[in-house]
Nanobody
Framework: QVQLEESGGGLVQAGGSLRLSCVVSGRTFSGLVMGWFRQAPGKERQFVAAVDWNRGKTDYADSVEGRFTVARDNAENMVYLQMNSLKPEDTAVYYC??????????????????????WGQGTQVTVSS
């Protein structure tokens, strides 16, 4: 089992920044990929970013590439999502999630929501125009 807890959401003006944090606990982290997803009202939950826990390799949705940065701190068992140049369309509930993908996985696995078995409770991010 993996337990996840997000924090750091809030209200920010367009162009501003926020940093989301996720505490990871519960099991060995070998083979974990940590993802961030978001869900706006009336829309499906969508992939934002992911980081391979062991190798640090990252992946981003096109909509956030160059504005958001995902990182993990192995020593502190934390995952972060630094969000810069925020836009009103970034408004959503943001979720931290964990996938047990192992060492080698197929292209696109990190963006596949079906691979993520463990989820945090979510944190609201609201960007005003």
């Amino acid at each position: 089992q993996v337990q996840l807890e997000e924090s750091g959401g809030g209200l920010v003006q367009a162009g501003g920044s926020l940093r989301l944090s996720c505490v990871v606990s519960g099991r060995t982290f070998s083979g974990l990929v940590m993802g961030w997803f978001r869900q706006a009202p009336g829309k499906e939950r969508q992939f934002v970013a992911a980081v391979d826990w062991n190798r640090g390799k990252t992946d981003y949705a096109d909509s956030v590439e160059g504005r958001f940065t995902v990182a993990r701190d192995n020593a502190e068992n934390m995952v972060y999502l630094q969000m810069n140049s925020l836009k009103p369309e970034d408004t959503a509930v943001y979720y931290c999630a964990a996938a047990l993908l192992g060492t080698y996985y197929y292209p696109g696995a990190t963006q596949n929501i079906k691979e993520y078995k463990y989820w945090g409770q979510g944190t609201q991010v609201t960007v005003s125009s």
